[in-house]
């Protein structure tokens, strides 16, 4: 894990980016700087994001602290705080060996509006095939892709929250919040979902687990809704393996369900050849379909004939204990996903800094404001179906 770029007792702010490295410069280079630098005080409700761009230019350094506590050396600071208080801040500008110093305060008020800790909204639902879908959220007859994101909506805002199921690799949800999570010191919001462990696994930490990838985005822009440029994948304890594939996708085809089930397990009769699928790695198979659910596993309020997903896939974890085919049991990964562990375990917990970019490296959030779940993996576990992430909720960890 990475450790963070701040740390404070109380408090966490990170800028936004990587820091560039900066070039050597000329002698000659002279600081130029608006006449006001720094506001003599600046005010923001709690979980909302200040930024300060003093606009400086030619500048070797500069350096942002709270009581000489570094909080970053990016040209702007970006800064949240959960707690009402006053903060003060500096600012220190080098260039050719001179050093200015400029103060000022940040005042962090409390909301006047009421936050809730839980999800506030949904923005999207397309889950892959899978043994509950059409089940969690029910499909109705006549309902269209707007009417099942509602329902999802309905499932998963608020501080009573019902499951939803993914289905198998690539299935999502995106959802978000009234504020913005700030990106503080330890884990920082929690994604529920039906993770259990097993009483006969061999394995401490096995049992029910459907790692699940997680990707989150800060609204920078402000237009309240997730843009593609705005998100940012959680690192789990697997991403930087090689037995994790990047870039994977998979097409699922309609089936037809009139189709005679062609049967592969003695013991529970599955149908093996329902819905085919293909990967663009070459491979192929299919999502079965068992005795428990015999509804259709392909989403029907999606017509088309196909649909893709794409994304970042994860090891097998499931294997079958007994040998027999009767005892089914998925592993626990580390940290970094979701339906992972159970609720109350801090694997279920997640870490803002954890995030990074497309080509794998951390950055520096100052908070998060959607969250996207996707099912990680791409297995059939015998009799208990496919490999699906459930999501029953999510709330964040600093608001009280």
């Not at 966490?12 to 490295?21: H, K």
């Not at 506590?69 to 702007?76: G, Q, Y």
């Not at 843009?227 to 994790?244: C, H, L, P, Q, V």
Request: include cysteine; charge should be negative.
């Amino acid at each position: 894990m990475k450790n963070k770029f701040l740390k404070l007792s109380l408090l966490s702010v990170f800028t936004i980016g990587i820091i560039a490295c900066k070039s050597d410069r000329d002698e000659n280079d002279e600081i130029t700087s608006p006449a006001e630098v720094l506001k003599e005080f600046y005010t923001i409700d709690r979980f909302k994001v200040l930024n300060i761009n003093p606009n400086i230019s030619g500048a070797s350094k500069l350096t942002w602290s709270v009581n000489d506590s570094l909080l970053s050396e990016n040209s702007a600071l970006d800064f949240i705080s959960p707690f009402a208080k006053t903060y003060p801040l500096t600012l220190k500008v080098e260039s050719n060996g001179t050093t200015m110093t400029y103060n000022s305060k940040i005042i962090v008020s409390k909301e006047t509006s009421i936050y809730s800790k839980y999800i506030s909204n949904v923005f999207d639902f397309r889950p892959a095939v899978g043994q509950f879908i059409n089940e969690i959220p029910e499909y109705v007859l006549g309902n269209k892709v707007e009417d099942m994101i509602q329902k999802a909506k309905q499932s998963l805002v608020g501080s009573n929250p019902s499951m939803i199921t993914l289905g198998g690799f690539g299935g999502y949800v995106i959802f978000g919040f009234d504020h913005t999570i700030p990106n503080m010191n330890g884990r920082d919001f929690k994604i529920l979902g039906n993770a259990f462990w097993g009483d006969l696994s061999q394995d401490e930490r096995a049992g029910s687990c459907e790692p699940g990838i997680i990707l989150v985005a800060y609204d920078k822009n402000k237009n309240g809704k997730p843009d593609e440029d705005e998100w940012y994948e959680i690192a789990g304890s697997e991403y930087f393996k090689n037995t994790t594939i990047k870039n994977y996708s998979i097409n699922y085809f309609k089936p037809d369900e009139n189709k005679l089930p062609v049967p592969g397990n003695e013991y529970w009769e599955n149908d093996v050849e329902y819905i085919k699928w293909t990967d663009n790695l070459g491979n192929s198979g299919y999502k079965t379909r068992n005795v428990f659910h015999i509804q259709s596993y392909y989403p029907l309020w999606i017509t088309d004939a196909s649909y893709q997903f794409a994304g970042t896939k994860l090891a097998n974890n499931y294997y079958d204990q007994s040998g027999t085919g009767t005892y089914w049991v998925g592993k626990s990964y580390a940290f970094g996903y979701a339906d992972n562990a159970p609720n109350t375990d801090e694997a279920s917990n997640i870490d803002i800094s954890w995030a990074v970019d497309k080509n794998g490296n951390y950055v520096k959030l100052p908070g998060i404001d959607f969250v996207k779940v996707y099912t990680g993996i791409n297995q059939e576990a015998g009799w208990l179906g496919e490999v699906s992430t459930e999501v029953a909720g999510a709330y964040d960890l600093h608001l009280k």
